[in-house]
């Protein structure tokens, strides 16, 4: 490590850096969903679900559905994700069954707050709830069911700082290229870029929930 650099390797260092939270921050924590939690659960279409293993190998996957599909809620402290068709990597899935502690933030499209959630997952191939959770005919083959052990809201202040829903600043290809480049450069693919372009084209969108 640089001779130059202060680490911080303790709380009370990290407290007298940063300082105490204010009573509201520290105190918004809750155990249970509530009204409005729902009505933020069923208009979320995305959120990133953080995991880590028993050696803490980490991973932060994305999930997405329509809003109103992403989320099941079983009950106050209970919901459940399905799981759609992916690159069936499932590196979150195989943390949780070493340690089934999950970190779920749910995002607006729009709004710079986010809703997060925090608990003890489990995986789940058949419940009755399943029927549920079809989206475009496509019925999951397994679910992430989280028991929530703590619910609130997170400020806006990082949202606000990215210029993250700000139009203006949004140029996705001025440096970095477009994800079949991405794929052809670093990937073992086997397949040409003009191959790639066409992957990622309409049949890419067409396939989202199996083919």
Not at 97 to 116: A, M, S
Request: aromatic residues 8%.
């Amino acid at each position: 490590m640089d001779e130059a650099w202060l680490e911080i390797t303790d709380v009370a260092a990290l407290v007298e850096l940063l300082g105490e939270p204010i009573p509201r921050a520290r105190d918004k924590v809750r155990t249970r969903l509530n009204d409005l939690d729902r009505a933020w659960l069923a208009s979320s279409p995305f959120c990133v679900m953080a995991t880590a293993s028993t050696t803490g190998q980490c991973d932060a996957s994305p999930k997405g559905d329509p809003a109103g599909d992403l989320v099941h809620v079983l009950d106050d402290v209970t919901i459940a994700i399905a799981e759609r068709p992916g690159n069936r990597r499932a590196d979150g899935y195989r943390n949780i069954l070493e340690n089934p502690h999950v970190g779920l933030n749910f995002l607006i499209p729009g709004r710079g707050d986010t809703l997060r959630v925090n608990g003890n997952a489990r995986l789940v191939a058949q419940a009755p709830f399943f029927d549920e959770l079809v989206v475009e005919g496509h019925r999951p083959v397994l679910a992430v069911v989280v028991e929530v052990e703590e619910v609130f809201s997170h400020c806006s202040k990082a949202f606000l700082r990215s210029g993250l829903w700000d139009p203006g600043t949004w140029d996705p290809d001025a440096r970095v290229p477009r994800r079949a480049v991405i794929a052809h450069t670093t990937e073992e693919t086997g397949m040409s870029l003009a191959e790639l372009d066409e992957y990622y084209g309409e049949r890419y969108r067409k396939g989202l929930y199996g083919a």
